[in-house]
């Protein structure tokens, strides 16, 4: 069971959109919709801010999006605001009752 | 609002056992179908779940730690708990709970983390 595949960092200016993928196999990320995607800015606990590859919790802005194309899922985030830089995960349900996380991407606004 | 509070030592031994447990407040432990776990964060590094519980006492673990876990529910207490064996300075890190709605994928609702450094 390894870890999910994440860029280790990203970055973006205001206004602009920027994606994070975060890539597994058929056994986790292309086997299930059960992908999602939490921020997490330092000294916090992780905030849920995309599930089941694409639905967001109540309160988490629309300018989060999420998709998946094969063993590869994606998190967008549009009109890049200052309070968006953050570390980001990834986790994908792996079948057998199991669980796995990315590597986490750190999301600079420039 | 469901709020979730970790409590527990925060220094143990090498080769002693960490116990943490998770006090849920402002909902059930039994109210819904959900699971509650535990995941991990070591200092700097990533995040790692380290295993989940239903309130029937099915208990789900990362392969990686199974031989090592051991968690458990006290529904009458609206409390869930952790115990790692045989630690080593490798164990060192945050520990968050968490309610999970599939059994190792993080929902919404987590506790604040507790930082157990594990050293002599």
């Known amino acids: 069971q390894s870890a999910l595949t994440q860029p280790p960092s990203a970055s973006g200016s205001p206004g602009q959109s920027v994606t994070i993928s975060c890539t597994g196999t058929?056994?986790?990320?292309?086997?299930?919709?059960?992908v999602s995607w939490y921020q997490q800015h330092p000294g916090k606990a992780p905030k849920l801010m995309i599930y089941?590859?694409?639905k967001r919790p109540s309160g988490v802005p629309d300018r989060f999006s999420g998709s998946k194309s094969g063993n590869t899922a994606s998190l967008t985030v549009s009109g890049l605001q200052a309070e968006d830089e953050a570390d980001y995960y990834c986790?994908?349900?792996?079948?057998?009752?199991?669980?796995?996380f990315g590597g986490g991407t750190k999301l600079t606004v420039l | 609002q469901l709020q979730l509070q970790e409590s527990g030592p925060g220094l143990v031994k090498p080769s002693e056992t960490l116990s943490l447990t998770c006090t849920v407040s402002?909902?059930?432990?039994?109210?819904?179908?959900?699971?509650w776990g535990w995941i991990r964060q070591p200092p700097g590094k990533g995040l790692e779940w380290i295993g989940s519980?239903?309130?029937?006492?099915?208990?789900y673990y990362n392969p990686s730690l199974k031989s090592r876990v051991t968690i458990s529910v006290d529904t009458s207490n609206n409390q869930f708990s952790l115990k790692l064996s045989s630690v080593t300075a490798a164990d060192t890190a945050v520990y968050y709970c968490?309610?999970?709605?599939?059994?190792?994928?993080?929902?919404?609702?987590w506790g604040q983390g507790t930082l157990v450094t594990v050293s002599s």
């Open positions: 968490a309610r999970l709605e599939v059994v190792a994928v993080p929902s919404d609702y």
């Open positions: 402002g909902d059930s432990i039994i109210s819904r179908s959900y699971y």
């Open positions: 519980i239903h309130y029937s006492g099915s208990t």
């Open positions: 058929s056994s986790d990320v292309g086997g299930y919709n059960y």
């Open positions: 089941e590859v694409s």
């Open positions: 986790n994908s349900y792996a079948g057998s009752n199991t669980g796995v």
